[in-house]
């Protein structure tokens, strides 16, 4: 997220990313600008709220900032982590919101009660990353019941020290540092490894801010962490990524790091994942947005892969804008997250 895309996250939830000084000349003109798809934004339009997951905001932001140079506009993103976003967008607070996974049942209901249809539109793919403090000369590859053992709820108050989780690592106080509990990216980490989501020790440094988190690890080093793998990219020179071994030799022997092919070909598993937006249906009625959502499933795959994130194969991506311009209502994903989902799963349930 380098360039023009950085930005100090603690500060976006109340950001106007696209708010900018109009010309006195130009306002009430009625001048309109061409959005994607032959739509038109109107100086006059409404503010596009959007606000979810911390992991899909980079995009967001990119997408954003892209289209208003385009097409002009306004919106304000804020990052309340998965979950709270939903909770704003399922009582009609927000327009759009990202989530790192889907949308679970209790969410569906309470978009249900307040009347909100929406529309699922996965967008990329990411991996998330295990990190440790960049120093750290002990471990370079972890199982997936190594990554349990350490994160399992059993494991609070007793499982405390990097020793107790494999022989021979040293005598250390093992510091852990995830996503809050809000966030999708700590529901699905806990799905893929532990079995169950939101099921996990609770003595963890926690923050809904992945820059926290990496400076956490980055001056701590007995420190482990995950996130979104995008966060690790822009920070790798002050974290060592680790590899995960899945104990499947078809996806690769031994550990694999995730990364743009492990992530695409579907052999860093259990860690990688779809990423979405969620669109209210009556909102895309709205010029302004029906664009802003054409744009963002467009033109989105260079600024994905800019940001540190996994584009979806031009197949999909078809897919996907098809989904919309149908107004496709409904999860892809019942249930909740499918740990291990591929790009052929996510074909297979967008055309059933």
Same mark, same amino acid.
């Not at 002050?238 to 695409?264: C, Q, W, Y």
């Given at each position: 997220?380098?360039?023009?895309?950085?930005?100090?996250?603690?500060?976006?939830?109340?950001?106007?990313?696209?708010?900018?000084?109009?010309?006195?000349?130009?306002?009430?003109?009625?001048?309109?600008?061409?959005?994607?798809?032959?739509?038109?934004?109107?100086?006059?339009?409404?503010?596009?709220?959007?606000?979810?997951?911390?992991?899909? @905001?980079?995009?967001?932001?990119?997408?954003?900032?892209?289209? !208003?140079?385009?097409?002009?506009?306004?919106?304000?993103?804020?990052?309340?982590?998965?979950?709270?976003?939903?909770?704003?967008?399922?009582?009609?607070?927000?327009?759009?919101?990202?989530?790192? !996974?889907?949308?679970?049942?209790?969410?569906?209901?309470?978009?249900?009660?307040?009347?909100?249809?929406?529309?699922?539109?996965?967008?990329?793919?990411?991996?998330?990353?295990?990190?440790?403090?960049?120093?750290?000369?002990?471990?370079?590859?972890?199982?997936?019941?190594?990554?349990?053992?350490?994160?399992?709820?059993?494991?609070?108050?007793?499982?405390?020290?990097?020793?107790?989780? $494999?022989?021979?690592?040293?005598?250390?106080?093992?510091?852990?540092?995830?996503?809050?509990? +809000?966030?999708?990216?700590?529901?699905?980490?806990?799905?893929?490894?532990?079995?169950?989501?939101?099921?996990? !020790?609770? +003595? @963890?440094?926690?923050?809904? +801010?992945?820059?926290?988190?990496?400076?956490?690890?980055?001056?701590?080093?007995?420190?482990?962490?995950?996130?979104?793998?995008?966060?690790?990219?822009?920070?790798?020179?002050?974290?060592?990524?680790?590899?995960?071994?899945?104990?499947?030799?078809?996806?690769?022997?031994?550990?694999?790091?995730?990364?743009?092919?492990?992530?695409?070909?579907?052999?860093?598993?259990?860690?990688? $994942?779809?990423?979405?937006?969620?669109?209210?249906?009556?909102?895309?009625? $709205?010029?302004?947005?029906?664009? @802003?959502?054409?744009?963002?499933?467009?033109?989105?795959?260079?600024?994905?892969?800019?940001?540190?994130?996994?584009?979806?194969?031009?197949?999909?991506?078809?897919?996907?804008?098809? !989904?919309?311009?149908? $107004?496709?209502?409904?999860?892809?994903?019942?249930?909740?997250?499918?740990?291990?989902?591929?790009?052929?799963?996510?074909?297979?349930?967008?055309?059933?």
């Amino acid at each position: 997220m380098s360039g023009k895309y950085a930005l100090i996250f603690v500060s976006i939830a109340s950001l106007a990313l696209f708010a900018c000084k109009k010309d006195e000349a130009n306002e009430g003109s009625g001048k309109t600008v061409s959005g994607e798809g032959g739509a038109k934004v109107s100086p006059k339009a409404g503010v596009i709220k959007i606000d979810g997951s911390s992991t899909v @905001f980079p995009i967001t932001q990119a997408v954003a900032e892209d289209f !208003r140079e385009k097409h002009g506009g306004d919106a304000t993103i804020g990052v309340s982590g998965t979950g709270g976003g939903f909770k704003k967008f399922c009582r009609g607070e927000t327009v759009i919101t990202g989530a790192s !996974r889907p949308i679970k049942p209790t969410e569906v209901k309470l978009c249900a009660d307040n009347k909100i249809e929406w529309i699922e539109l996965p967008v990329a793919y990411d991996g998330l990353a295990v990190v440790v403090h960049k120093d750290n000369d002990w471990v370079d590859t972890m199982t997936v019941a190594e990554l349990k053992t350490m994160w399992s709820p059993e494991a609070q108050g007793k499982v405390g020290k990097w020793s107790q989780v $494999r022989s021979g690592w040293p005598d250390k106080a093992l510091h852990l540092f995830g996503p809050g509990v +809000d966030s999708g990216t700590y529901d699905y980490f806990t799905k893929a490894v532990t079995g169950k989501e939101h099921s996990s !020790r609770g +003595d @963890f440094t926690a923050s809904e +801010d992945d820059n926290v988190l990496v400076q956490g690890i980055a001056t701590d080093k007995s420190a482990l962490g995950f996130f979104g793998f995008a966060y690790y990219a822009e920070n790798k020179d002050k974290l060592k990524l680790i590899k995960i071994d899945d104990g499947n030799e078809d996806n690769g022997a031994g550990g694999v790091a995730p990364s743009l092919e492990t992530v695409a070909n579907g052999t860093y598993q259990p860690l990688s $994942r779809p990423i979405f937006i969620y669109v209210a249906k009556s909102a895309t009625a $709205r010029p302004e947005v029906e664009s @802003f959502v054409k744009y963002y499933l467009a033109e989105s795959a260079a600024l994905v892969k800019e940001v540190g994130y996994i584009p979806l194969p031009d197949t999909a991506s078809k897919l996907t804008l098809e !989904r919309f311009s149908k $107004r496709t209502t409904g999860s892809l994903f019942t249930g909740g997250s499918k740990v291990g989902v591929t790009v052929e799963e996510l074909l297979g349930g967008q055309t059933k």
